[in-house]
């Protein structure tokens, strides 16, 4: 079945450094979505990527799905403690299963 | 107020009793899911429904039952064959069409 992996599993930065997390499907996506998860919360709906190369920007945070359609990175500029939190990418395989990735932990030192 | 609603947000039950976890949905989605998730850990799938009265295992369906007689409704049973129970359950909906999740706030269940 479908896997998708994230890496790295934690990340720890001081506040102002940039922070990128990377994706990857064992099999090609037709979509792919990011969410957040502060801490003790629930996992929100950041962005989708459909196309494949797509670039998208929301303020600090950038997230590109990769040519192939099996990998997506995200990258924060110049973190803040607000970032706090793990993301998650999420995908869906030919049988609506919505899979999510392990995730990456972003812990940020003010 | 449209949205998804888990309840109860803690519950702790013993040892060898099956427990219910309630997930309410008014935002009109087809497809529901049941995520379990451990501390530290990621997401894993225990259940999902896309349409009333059918419903599919995920990667971590033993010790687990579901049912789906209503669209806004996909309680989830903890049986007392699930071997470590404990862990923070999380509901999701999703409109047929789109692949964009919506989360509850989640049920912490504790089984001593």
């Known amino acids: 079945g479908q896997q998708v992996m994230q890496i790295p599993q934690y990340q720890h930065v001081q506040e102002g450094e940039d922070f990128t997390t990377y994706c990857n499907s064992s099999?090609?996506?037709?979509?792919i979505q990011w969410y957040k998860q502060r801490p003790g919360g629930h996992p929100v709906f950041l962005i989708q990527?459909?196309?494949?190369?797509e670039v998208k920007k929301q303020k600090r945070l950038t997230f590109q799905f990769g040519e192939a359609k099996k990998n997506s990175s995200l990258h924060i500029t110049a973190t803040q403690t607000t970032d706090v939190g793990t993301y998650f990418c999420?995908?869906?395989?030919?049988?609506?299963?919505?899979?999510f990735g392990s995730g990456t932990r972003l812990l940020v030192r003010p | 107020d449209g949205g998804i609603t888990q309840s109860p947000k803690y519950l702790f039950r013993k040892e060898g009793q099956n427990v219910t976890l309630s997930c309410e949905q008014n935002?009109?989605?087809?497809?529901m899911y049941w995520y379990r998730q451990d501390p530290g850990q990621g997401l894993r799938l225990i259940y999902y429904?896309?349409?009333?009265?059918?419903?599919q295992k995920g990667d971590i369906a033993e010790g687990y039952s579901v049912s789906r007689e209503k669209k806004e409704s996909f309680p989830l049973t903890v049986t007392s064959a699930q071997k470590n129970p404990t862990a923070f359950y999380l509901c999701?909906?999703?409109?047929?069409?789109?692949?964009?999740?919506?989360f509850g706030q989640g049920t912490r269940l504790t089984v001593v």
């Open positions: 999420a995908g869906m395989d030919s049988s609506y299963k919505l899979i």
């Open positions: 990527l459909v196309k494949s190369g």
């Open positions: 099999t090609t996506l037709s979509n």
């Open positions: 429904s896309q349409i009333v009265n059918d419903f």
């Open positions: 935002l009109n989605h087809d497809a």
């Open positions: 999701a909906s999703r409109l047929q069409g789109l692949a964009i999740a919506f």
